[in-house]
């Protein structure tokens, strides 16, 4: 089986597995206590901190530990929103952030804040000088990652920090997909990241707020981490996953390169040995490991189920994986096709031979699953007398829509129109996308009975 979905949770590095087991019988004490076995256990919560702050880039009585990485998000969310109240409650994120900032900022809405989520391009970044004009005298926080995590595109952050000191604002960066990888660039404010994101065990964050940052945790606190974590602290998988991240930084250099070679390679054969595929991300400026790609009439859950059968584990941004009813925010806010969803992000250790396997599968498991769905695959029926055909598709889940908008635009003479009737909210991205990707003319929504109407005009 290949395990191709280390964004999510990458395997358990060797390191972290070692300190664990190590930690386990050194680290077991109170290290608040003052006793010789409580003095141990602090030494190693010590060391793993200043080792997680050489990483980070700041000073170890500025980082604490914390139960996960969404929780390291929302406490320092709610942290420096507390200490500015006197700024302002207005709140500034980017349309693509991770659903724990967006979480955040919605609950934030709900207690009486203001929030702006600045839009994004089609490669899924921020436009730094947007970013920038969004920022208000009562501004009193700005969050954005330093990558995505469901793309990989890697987000302006030094621009964007430049502006936020220049408007006086602290910025929170969500570090969890790049610090694998090396350090955030300077000037943010507050920064948070997933130790199961490095190769590191669940359930170990990290939050790092800078000397001089106005913050007030929030909730009760007693004096473990600053006041920022309270609780007895999982001391054996901290020392792991400080470890882990050292290790893999130790090894990244070298293994970036390994694995944007293989990431080109799918990006590249991908497109070329499948029809009618988009690659999404920006091309450039992207994380080593990770690519996305759509693929046009499939059923997203229905692909990834079949490539499990073929011994590789991938997730999805679909609206159509099993998790979700409505397309992913992130390729939303890209305005790029969602149906047919595919992520791939590779671990470290990956081999030629299981991307060149997963290549070789791919092609005829994505036929087959448009097989299933009778998606069109013979060229368009010669125009009909009539100028405009409405499609009636309520009901009907991606990406049926689309696909029977495929099947009949050839129906309708140059300039003729299309009109799509459906009720999935997928609609409202996928029917847009294929007219990009078909060079037709997405003509805009009108309202329905039910759902909306989606006019498309033929124009090749």
């Known amino acids: 089986m290949s395990y191709f979905d280390a964004a999510s949770a990458a395997p358990l590095h060797p390191v972290a597995r070692q300190a664990l087991l190590a930690a386990l019988d050194e680290g077991w004490a109170d290290p608040a206590r003052l006793y010789r076995e409580g003095r141990r256990a602090r030494l190693l919560l010590d060391a793993a901190r200043e080792a997680a702050a050489e990483a980070v880039g700041c000073r170890p009585d500025e980082l604490a530990f914390t139960p996960s990485g969404t929780r390291a998000v929302h406490s320092g969310i709610s942290g420096a929103l507390a200490g500015r109240r006197r700024v302002g409650r207005h709140l500034t994120v980017s349309a693509v952030e991770h659903s724990s900032v967006l979480h955040a900022a919605a609950d934030h809405e709900d207690k009486g804040g203001t929030v702006t989520r600045v839009p994004v391009e089609r490669t899924g970044a ?171 009439y499939v059923d997203g859950e229905t692909l990834l189920q079949e490539l499990d059968r073929a011994g590789f584990s991938v997730s999805s941004g679909s609206s159509c994986t099993s998790s979700t009813l409505t397309p992913s925010h992130v390729l939303k806010a890209m305005g790029v096709l969602s149906e047919g969803n595919v992520r791939v992000s590779l671990p470290r250790g990956t081999t030629d031979e299981e991307v060149d396997r997963f290549l070789e599968v791919l092609p005829g498991l994505v036929a087959g699953v448009r097989e299933q769905l009778d998606a069109p695959a013979a060229p368009a029926p010669s125009p009909a007398p009539d100028d405009s055909l409405v499609v009636d598709a309520l009901g009907k889940r991606c990406p049926i829509p689309v696909i029977e908008l495929a099947k009949v635009i050839g129906g309708v003479p140059v300039g003729g129109t299309v009109t799509v009737l459906s009720d999935d909210e997928a609609a409202r991205l996928d029917i847009p996308a294929w007219c990009a990707m078909r060079e037709q003319e997405y003509v805009g929504e009108e309202p329905a009975d039910r759902g909306a109407a989606y006019v498309v005009r033929r124009l090749s």
């Open 126 to 296: 921020v436009d730094a000088q947007t970013f920038g004009g969004s920022l208000r005298e009562d501004t009193a926080l700005a969050c954005l990652q330093s990558a995505s995590h469901e793309v990989g595109t890697e987000q302006p952050v030094a621009e964007v920090a430049a502006s936020c000191r220049a408007a006086g604002v602290p910025l929170l960066v969500d570090a969890a997909q790049s610090l694998a990888w090396g350090p955030v660039p300077e000037g943010w404010s507050l920064l948070a990241g997933s130790a199961h994101k490095w190769g590191g065990p669940a359930g170990v964050g990290l939050l790092a707020v800078r000397k001089g940052v106005r913050f007030a945790p929030q909730g009760p606190s007693d004096e473990r981490e600053s006041g920022r974590s309270p609780g007895f602290e999982n001391l054996p998988a901290i020392v792991a996953a400080a470890a882990s991240l050292r290790a893999v930084r130790a090894e990244a250099d070298a293994e970036a390169v390994r694995l944007r070679a293989l990431v080109d390679r799918i990006r590249t054969r991908v497109p070329a040995l499948v029809p009618d595929v988009e690659v999404v991300g920006d091309p450039v400026r992207r994380l080593p490991h990770l690519v996305t790609f759509s693929c046009l």
